[in-house]
């Protein structure tokens, strides 16, 4: 590995577990695991074939209060749907439960018709690319945080995927184009320009063995172009 990649890696390892609290519910106590950990036994062997999910009565409670119901949904192969509700409707919940930042209580969520649970976390994981409403950026450069979903990636699969977020025409404008760096957390790019980067690894992500894609919370940033 390149000594930019290492330093990439070892970033997102001190920097993106999330603050759950109460959330961190332990599940199928008798035979260990838990919450973002492996269960024994679990496939390091899977890989998607129709990228089918599946929610069966999911339960979620935080404090004592409900937030997912005996949710049921099933989202076919080559789908797109769109959740939508209130602030604190349990959208972005769903996309936590798919990664397993935590485990409902009761119900189960299968991938292809596998319990996620029976799945090593970091081979489920890495089937999926996320964009989330503040998508974590580098402090390195444009091209970097984009090849971050496949260092292998060739420069005009980079470039399809920044042409798929609508972002040529922007990094064209910049004096140092791809080399540009985004500051801390992307702090030197709007909003909507930081979303579009992460949709350009999302779409590199999807050049190689990411089969699902979950986007939440972005698009109210992406209306009116990159600025």
Do not use: C
Not at 59 to 64: C, E, M, N, P, V
Not at 185 to 194: V, Y
Not at 213 to 224: D, E, H, S, T, Y
């Amino acid at each position: 590995k390149s000594g930019t990649e290492a330093n990439l890696r070892r970033a997102v390892s001190e920097a993106v577990t999330p603050e759950i609290g109460a959330f961190r519910v332990r599940t199928r106590e008798a035979g260990g695991g838990g919450w973002g950990t492996d269960f024994p036994g679990a496939d390091n062997n899977f890989s998607v074939r129709l990228a089918e999910l599946t929610f069966v009565r999911v339960k979620l409670d935080h404090a004592g209060q409900p937030v997912l119901k005996h949710i049921n949904l099933q989202i076919s192969a080559g789908s797109q749907v769109a959740i939508v509700g209130p602030s604190g409707a349990g959208k972005s919940t769903l996309v936590d439960l798919l990664l397993r930042f935590y485990d409902p209580q009761q119900g189960a969520i299968l991938l292809d018709g596998h319990d996620i649970r029976d799945l090593q976390v970091n081979s489920l994981r890495e089937s999926m690319a996320i964009i989330s409403a503040e998508p974590f950026l580098f402090h390195a450069s444009i091209e970097e945080n984009i090849r971050y979903a496949n260092w292998q990636a060739t420069a005009e699969q980079v470039w399809s995927a920044v042409r798929m977020a609508d972002l040529e025409d922007f990094i064209q404008s910049l004096p140092e184009g791809m080399a540009s760096v985004v500051g801390e957390r992307g702090l030197r790019l709007s909003t909507g320009q930081r979303q579009r980067l992460a949709i350009a690894r999302a779409a590199l992500a999807l050049e190689f063995r990411h089969d699902v894609v979950a986007v939440f919370g972005a698009r109210r940033n992406l209306a009116g172009g990159v600025g």
